[in-house]
């Protein structure tokens, strides 16, 4: 490597690194707290969410009549708005039309309790999202950030480049302290710059999704309106309306591969019943639409035959959040997240120890 050559690099990378170091430090910080976004109600409120699995599952339309009949008795006139289904050990979410939220254990139709307003944990995770993404300082901010997330691609190249010259691999931890924090800005660099920049990349796809559209070669998809149940004539004597476990059969014949994790509920005398499924396919959701009256299918929205470009979508923030894999893909977005921050406190230290 010409000396010249290096001594530029060294200075790009060490002075864009300094100027940005703050905002990169915020948002591997984050960003390490929202990879568990969804869990932290779940850790700090077990006796809401888990449940110990006991025989089968009771009928949805049970578990319905359950929460009715609770609401019935306590004079309410509000309605179940949605349901989400959760794992075999976590309880059943019933969304009133009113924002309260009822959990109730799927085995054997207990309320385990109500919440009126939204957890500690929802407002805390809203607040560090709009760090993440805005600073809390609006369009201002959210524009520092997408800047800030662009050096990555200043920084990962140039940091790499640097590290060939010596190839530091790993720590050598009975030398000096400034030894130290040089060896880990530059292992930390090493193991974690292919996920870092991944994370880049994904998050300002997020920001800029133009690029996604070329890509796939596909225009963004725009759903259509929501389809209408048929309001049914006179009943006859005979007349039967489907019950919740008769619609998730219908919808379970039309999608059989994609797990239903919430039903959402006829809000007017002509909305449909819609059941949200995971998948198919790694990311993403389909939606099956069926009439309220007779339980027939109105439409079906296959993820997996959508537009190119809305499935390029979905696995873009699939990858960011780490959410295609489960648990692991949550543990490498947060690990991923706090390389980043440790990279930037190393990378201070090491200029500060040459500027004293």
Same mark, same amino acid.
């Given at each position: 490597?010409?000396?010249?050559?290096?001594?530029?690099?060294? %200075?790009?990378?060490?002075?864009?690194?300094?100027?940005?170091?703050?905002?990169?430090?915020? #948002?591997?910080?984050?960003?390490?707290?929202?990879?568990?976004? $969804?869990?932290? $109600? !779940?850790?700090?409120?077990?006796?809401?969410?888990?449940?110990?699995?006991? %025989?089968?599952?009771?009928?949805?339309?049970?578990?319905?009549?359950?929460?009715?009949?609770?609401?019935?008795?306590?004079?309410?006139?509000?309605?179940?708005?949605?349901?989400?289904?959760?794992?075999?050990?976590?309880?059943?979410?019933?969304?009133?039309?009113?924002?309260?939220?009822?959990?109730?254990?799927?085995?054997?139709?207990?309320?385990?309790?109500?919440?009126?307003?939204?957890?500690?944990?929802?407002?805390?995770?809203?607040?560090?999202?709009?760090?993440?993404?805005?600073?809390?300082?609006?369009?201002?901010?959210?524009?520092?950030?997408?800047?800030?997330?662009?050096?990555?691609?200043?920084?990962?190249?140039?940091?790499?480049?640097?590290?060939?010259?010596?190839?530091?691999? #790993?720590?050598?931890?009975?030398?000096?302290?400034?030894?130290?924090?040089?060896?880990?800005?530059?292992?930390?660099?090493?193991?974690?710059?292919?996920?870092?920049?991944?994370?880049?990349?994904?998050?300002?796809?997020?920001?800029?999704?133009?690029?996604?559209?070329?890509?796939?070669?596909?225009?963004?998809?725009?759903?259509?309106?929501?389809?209408?149940?048929?309001?049914?004539?006179?009943?006859?004597?005979?007349? !039967?309306?489907?019950?919740?476990?008769?619609?998730?059969?219908?919808?379970?014949?039309?999608?059989?591969?994609?797990?239903?994790?919430?039903?959402?509920?006829?809000?007017?005398?002509?909305?449909?019943?819609?059941?949200?499924?995971?998948?198919?396919?790694?990311?993403?959701?389909?939606?099956?639409?069926?009439?309220?009256?007779?339980?027939?299918?109105?439409?079906?929205?296959?993820?997996?035959?959508?537009?190119?470009?809305?499935?390029? !979508?979905?696995?873009?923030?699939?990858?960011?959040?780490?959410?295609?894999?489960?648990?692991?893909?949550?543990?490498?977005?947060?690990?991923? #997240?706090?390389?980043?921050?440790?990279?930037?406190?190393?990378?201070?230290?090491?200029?500060?120890?040459?500027?004293?």
């Amino acid at each position: 490597m010409r000396p010249s050559l290096r001594r530029f690099l060294l %200075g790009l990378h060490r002075y864009v690194g300094l100027a940005f170091a703050a905002f990169l430090a915020v #948002s591997g910080l984050t960003g390490s707290i929202l990879a568990f976004a $969804d869990d932290y $109600d !779940h850790w700090m409120h077990p006796g809401l969410w888990r449940v110990t699995p006991v %025989g089968v599952r009771l009928p949805e339309q049970t578990l319905a009549d359950r929460v009715i009949e609770r609401l019935t008795n306590e004079g309410s006139q509000t309605h179940i708005d949605q349901i989400r289904l959760n794992g075999d050990h976590s309880s059943q979410v019933f969304v009133l039309t009113d924002g309260r939220m009822m959990f109730v254990n799927p085995y054997n139709g207990t309320i385990l309790g109500t919440r009126d307003h939204p957890s500690r944990e929802a407002a805390f995770v809203a607040w560090v999202y709009q760090l993440h993404v805005r600073l809390l300082a609006g369009n201002v901010g959210e524009w520092i950030v997408d800047i800030a997330t662009a050096t990555v691609f200043l920084l990962v190249p140039t940091g790499v480049y640097l590290w060939w010259n010596k190839k530091r691999l #790993s720590l050598k931890l009975r030398a000096s302290w400034r030894r130290i924090t040089w060896d880990l800005h530059n292992v930390a660099g090493l193991y974690g710059f292919v996920l870092i920049f991944l994370l880049a990349v994904t998050g300002l796809l997020i920001a800029y999704e133009t690029p996604l559209y070329w890509i796939a070669r596909s225009e963004p998809w725009r759903p259509e309106r929501a389809p209408q149940s048929v309001l049914p004539g006179t009943p006859g004597p005979d007349a !039967h309306l489907p019950n919740l476990d008769e619609l998730l059969i219908a919808a379970n014949r039309v999608l059989p591969e994609a797990e239903t994790y919430q039903i959402q509920l006829p809000i007017r005398n002509r909305s449909p019943l819609r059941i949200m499924k995971r998948g198919p396919g790694m990311a993403g959701s389909s939606t099956v639409y069926l009439d309220r009256y007779d339980g027939h299918i109105l439409r079906v929205e296959d993820v997996s035959k959508l537009p190119r470009a809305y499935r390029a !979508h979905l696995m873009n923030q699939a990858i960011h959040t780490g959410s295609f894999l489960g648990l692991p893909g949550k543990i490498v977005l947060s690990v991923s #997240s706090i390389l980043l921050v440790v990279l930037v406190v190393t990378g201070c230290v090491v200029w500060w120890q040459r500027q004293a």
